[in-house]
């Protein structure tokens, strides 16, 4: 269950301490060309959050097959960390359709349904093992959406996508000859990958690019990434 897995990049950040409504498009091209379009929604304030995303397949790639995902979430907020309460997510690679939710009972994901069922696989992981992780939608939410400058290039986040771990971590913050703020990354495949998978790449590294949105506020402008199919970049339209 992930909204993006062709993107390696997963990422959740803490909250400003007001409410705040979120819309954001970015334009997703690997290796130059344009390959999909991701719209998210969203709000949160000290309490709780919700958002919605879709990311639907574009330029050349939309010629040769359509791929859409689209997934809801809401959640809680603890110490200023999300907290998922239910996910749901529909998915069309252009080959098959499917639809899942995961729900969330005192931080532990449970998945409800996945719908057609799907085989179990020997590398799977027991979800009721995965207590204070996040869900996909969860994390990107949080990265894209804007921050406090304080707030920026400050990450580490275990994710849980219902069959697969994952880690993220967001570091070092520099400024650019342009005078932008960016931050060094790095998203690790941990548990639930096929040996292929892990035998492919575990480790893909990737920067972020922050601008102004509002007074002493960043958001996400740029995301450059490593990918098993090349070079990446999300850009915010």
């Not at 993006?4 to 400003?16: C, K, M, Q, Y």
């Not at 959406?145 to 996508?161: G, H, I, W």
């Amino acid at each position: 269950m992930n909204i993006v897995r062709a993107i390696p990049l997963l990422l959740a950040l803490a909250l400003p301490f007001t409410a705040r409504a979120e819309d954001a498009t970015f334009d997703i091209s690997i290796k130059g060309l344009t390959a999909a379009r991701l719209t998210m929604t969203g709000q949160a304030d000290v309490r709780s959050y919700s958002a919605a995303g879709v990311l639907q397949s574009a330029g050349l790639l939309s010629l040769v097959r359509t791929i859409r995902y689209d997934a809801t979430v809401a959640g809680a907020l603890a110490q200023g960390r999300p907290v998922p309460a239910r996910y749901t997510e529909k998915a069309d690679t252009g080959k098959h359709k499917s639809d899942a939710v995961m729900d969330y009972r005192a931080g532990v994901p449970q998945v409800k349904s996945y719908s057609p069922p799907r085989p179990p696989r020997v590398e799977e992981i027991d979800p009721a093992t995965q207590g204070g992780t996040v869900d996909p939608l969860t994390a990107l939410f949080f990265v894209v959406r804007a921050v406090p400058e304080a707030k920026a290039c400050n990450l580490k986040l275990t994710l849980f996508d219902g069959r697969r771990r994952s880690q993220v971590t967001l570091a070092a913050p520099e400024r650019d000859p342009s005078g932008a703020l960016t931050c060094a990354g790095e998203y690790r495949r941990l548990k639930g990958f096929t040996p292929d998978d892990m035998a492919e790449k575990s480790r893909f590294a990737f920067r972020v690019t922050y601008g102004p949105a509002g007074p002493g506020m960043l958001h996400v402008t740029d995301i450059a990434m490593d990918t098993i199919y090349g070079q990446g970049r999300m850009i915010r339209r």
